[in-house]
């Protein structure tokens, strides 16, 4: 089947609504017409498209699907059986998006009515279109919004509560003050703090918890992954509740600055590639080898929910979600190409805190 795609590969005849990117910079919804209908597409910044959706035919709906005009990539007008307005009905009104907390999926409101869902997992390539309010069953190129309206309800509702959260005053410092009063419970006293958003979002910091307790190693921990639920877990996980809340930590015994450049590195990552982090993921590390902040050794860092040696840091929550904490502990390339092969199980018998505390 051929695929609809936004006007800039297609020629004239077709006026940009609406472009819309999401807060995390990551993804930009495209709202399309011509004389003929509407649509929407959910694209990612360098201009994939990831998600379509018909919105609305401006012309009497034919018959069936029109495979010429799908063949040039021109918006697709939906069939008669399929459109709750079969003469066609006028232009799109005043449209709003609202950007799920993750930054993957798009709601669209015309004059503050749900018109469309795009969810982070559509998928126009493969048969997976998003929801319309004006389609009637199913097509390769809308479903139905009304089947599924029980079902996106609470996930819009939570969206619109958390950007609403997000944007008051004080949302940012008490949240940041709820993460390091966990952190000092659990590793001890604060010292530096770092900015590692750039000015972006997500707002990502690193605290550095320096040895005491016993301890001879220096704890780092982010401190804003956790404020935003990360894209994709859906797509691989039963239970996204549990996993799409993280930060991630490291310990060193030497420069606590070098160590706390993997937390930078990864810190907004989730959210600017649209993927997620989670226990027994690799990292290989993006620049030359002899710059990786542990050592010319190491090519990459295993992502560990538990790291024998190093406290548990788990126990909190936010937004109804457990918080998972992640270490990072240092690989070699040929460690990277195992992991691959059989998964990071093959690797675990050689993973301690010791390969951490020994770096720096």
Partial sequence: MATFRPSETRGDGVEVVLTDVNPYGSRTLVVERDEMSSVAYLCASGGTVHGAVWLANHVPAPPSADPVRLDAGLPPVAPRANTRHPSGRPPLGSLRPLWFEEGDGVALYENDELLAVIPGWADIGRGMPGYARDMIGGTPFAWSLADARDELAPRLAAARSYWEWRAGDGAWASFQQF??????????SAGRFWDAGGGRLPTVGITERPP?????HTILSTVGMSCQRMPSVERYID??????RIELATATRGDPREAARLLVWLGQYPWHSVTWLGDGHTAHWYHRPETFPLGPDYSGVVLLSRLPGLPDLSGFTFGGDAVRWLWLLPVTAGELRLTASDGYQALAPRLSADRLLRTG
């Fill in 212 to 216: 005491e307790r016993g301890r001879g």
């Fill in 179 to 188: 993460v390091m009063g966990h952190l000092d419970r659990a590793v001890g």
């Fill in 239 to 244: 239970r996204p509740d549990a996993y799409a």
